[in-house]
């Protein structure tokens, strides 16, 4: 990010929500399986999947974890089965039947462009698709009412800033589930920006700062004579550049406004995770 005026060093502070997606769809469904793990800070989402998937017996393949929310020893047998179950949950859980997420999980690239799964196969994933179902039963079921609600009104709201989209009826399904998630994760990174320029919750936010506190802005606000402060957004992150000796300050700052949870008939906390680097590839 270059150089403030007077030579300070400026370093980019990126923070991120934590399965933001999968948290929306378990507290939208009341999936109790996954808003059980998300509330559960000693447990992993895609581990609690294998489990159910293929019993104990997870525990004991090469590279397993010793703890439950570990992701294993990187390249070994636990490490590849938990990608595989991440990848088939991310296209699953939009409605993708077996063969979509099939395909999902064997295009999966390392950094490299190699691929990670060539060799899994679509009774692999059907199987995969049995596990997520089976600890989450409730995901299907509300596919079913989001799909009644669009027979019955002919559009999509989400439950956040109630943003509605108009679906034709020959519209493809997933993508009529896709939207409420969508616009969910938006309203909710949204919110932590203006309240990050104001320095105020909004009598009209969806969501709230789970440390309710008073917080001080200024790193977050832009600077255009120094180039500190808000730089983007992404749907799920923010990224700001700061002085290299603010950084840690910074990091703590965005985690204040990014965790967040909603107002009314909140199941589960939206967490996020900061980071700093020299560019942006290294948030």
Not at 114 to 138: K, M, N
Not at 260 to 277: D, E, F
Request: charge should be negative; glycine fraction near 8%; include cysteine.
């Amino acid at each position: 990010p270059g150089t403030t005026p007077d030579g300070d060093q400026l370093v980019f502070v990126q923070c991120d929500m934590d399965a933001v997606e999968a948290r929306v769809i378990a507290e939208e469904a009341g999936a109790s399986g996954s808003l059980r793990v998300f509330n559960d800070p000693s447990l992993d989402l895609h581990n609690y999947t294998m489990e159910r998937t293929y019993g104990e017996t997870i525990w004991a393949l090469p590279g397993a974890p010793t703890v439950k929310n570990g992701k294993g020893v990187a390249g070994s047998d636990f490490y590849n089965t938990r990608g595989v179950v991440k990848n088939s949950r991310y296209a699953w859980q939009y409605k993708a039947g077996a063969l979509t997420v099939w395909k999902s999980v064997v295009a999966a690239e390392d950094d490299n462009g190699r691929l990670l799964f060539p060799h899994i196969t679509i009774e692999d994933v059907e199987e995969v698709c049995e596990g997520l179902a089976a600890t989450d039963p409730e995901i299907p079921e509300w596919w079913s009412k989001m799909l009644y609600y669009h027979r019955k009104h002919g559009y999509i709201v989400d439950s956040f800033w109630g943003i509605r989209r108009d679906f034709k009826n020959s519209s493809n399904a997933s993508e009529m589930v896709n939207h409420p998630i969508q616009a969910g994760g938006f309203a909710m990174v949204a919110e932590a920006i203006i309240e990050g320029i104001t320095g105020e919750h909004q009598r009209w936010f969806s969501t709230e700062r789970m440390f309710t506190g008073a917080i001080d802005c200024k790193l977050f606000r832009p600077n255009p004579v120094t180039g500190e402060g808000l730089i983007t957004n992404t749907h799920d992150s923010l990224l700001l550049a700061v002085r290299a000796s603010r950084v840690d300050e910074a990091k703590h700052l965005l985690r204040l406004i990014m965790n967040r949870k909603k107002i009314h008939n909140s199941r589960v906390l939206y967490t996020a995770t900061s980071k700093a680097g020299k560019n942006w590839h290294e948030t």
